[in-house]
């Protein structure tokens, strides 16, 4: 069976600018005297000043649309790129949406909690609940739920999108056309591509990757750098996220231990946050290739992916592709010591 028949069964509308560019970045591989670096640029989907997302929130809207929904709901962290892109997927499918703002990022200022993200958010028309934990999943996707029922008695028809790894990663399966344009692109510019970096941290787009590329008959390997989790907690997440994708798509792939690959390198100080290693990353990809990253998942994946050329792991001779997941919008929520001399 094709990967096209094994995707049929699931509803889906369409949200993304696709296929997306695949890009070299000449200035910053000849910086790092490593691979030739590539970039999937995924912050060009179109959809709310772009990002990953998209892909993902056509199989969540298409299932809410097959079920009649009238209002979608999502949580997430206070700056998250999920949430602008769901307020904006309802806003052009003529659905409400509520989200729910997690305190996953403590003491930022009155700028983080106002600009970027959330102000798009406002723009939309989200309505906007507030979850004060920022590291308890089950209890943010029960608050959903709770909503979710009294919206029900308000006579509306809600779609929760799960946070939660215990739930079907429908999302996933957006990467899964990713992963396709990846090979594609790369063998239409004559590239062997050693390795695709993704970010990691929900795992949607690091699992949809990783089938994808299976499901299309590539061994490529997939790196996903830690951006919530630390890689003894994001290793059995992966695997469990990617054997969903294949068991929702009834492929009939077991997922070997072997093909999930992490790093947390770049992961200190956590979630949301970042060191030396993402400012510098963030600034050569500004000022090598005029390319905006964000802190908390794009920039946060460019700086592993340096750290991974640096340490040897990829050399010179070698290719390797950057998945550019977007989230720039972000950068305005951090701009307080992002630039030398803040």
Not at 81 to 90: E, I, Q, V
Not at 139 to 161: C, F, K, M, S
Not at 166 to 182: Q, S, T
Not at 221 to 250: I, S
């Amino acid at each position: 069976m094709s990967v096209a028949d094994l995707l049929a069964p699931f509803p889906r509308v369409n949200l993304t600018h696709a296929p997306t560019p695949f890009e070299f970045m000449p200035n910053l591989t000849r910086h790092l005297g490593g691979p030739d670096i590539w970039v999937k640029r995924d912050d060009c989907t179109g959809l709310a000043m772009g990002g990953n997302k998209s892909r993902q929130l056509e199989f969540y809207f298409g299932d809410a649309k097959a079920q009649g929904c009238d209002t979608v709901l999502i949580t997430g962290a206070v700056q998250s790129n999920f949430l602008r892109m769901t307020a904006a997927a309802a806003s052009k499918l003529g659905m409400a949406c509520e989200i729910q703002h997690e305190d996953r990022v403590k003491g930022q200022d009155a700028l983080y909690h106002a600009s970027g993200n959330v102000l798009l958010d406002k723009m939309f028309g989200a309505v906007i609940h507030t979850y004060p934990e920022g590291e308890d999943e089950a209890g943010a996707d029960n608050a959903l739920e709770q909503r979710a029922d009294e919206l029900r008695q308000e006579g509306r028809t809600p779609y929760v999108i799960h946070l939660g790894a215990d739930h079907p990663p429908l999302g996933a399966l957006g990467y899964i056309d990713a992963a396709e344009e990846v090979v594609a692109q790369a063998k239409a510019e004559g590239v062997n591509l050693n390795a695709i970096v993704v970010p990691s941290g929900s795992a949607a787009t690091h699992s949809g990757t990783l089938a994808g590329l299976r499901l299309h008959g590539s061994a490529l390997p997939v790196l996903g750098v830690c951006v919530r989790r630390e890689v003894p907690a994001q290793g059995p997440r992966v695997k469990t996220r990617t054997q969903g994708v294949h068991d929702m798509l009834g492929s009939g792939h077991a997922v070997p231990d072997t093909d999930i690959a992490l790093t947390d390198a770049v992961l200190a100080p956590g979630y949301g946050l970042f060191g030396d290693e993402v400012k510098e990353a963030l600034t050569l990809a500004a000022r090598m290739e005029g390319l905006l990253a964000d802190p908390v998942y794009s920039g946060k994946t460019l700086a592993g992916l340096i750290h991974k050329i640096r340490n040897g792991t990829f050399t010179k001779g070698q290719s390797v592709c950057f998945m550019h997941t977007g989230g720039t919008p972000a950068l305005f929520g951090y701009s307080d010591g992002l630039v030398d001399g803040d």
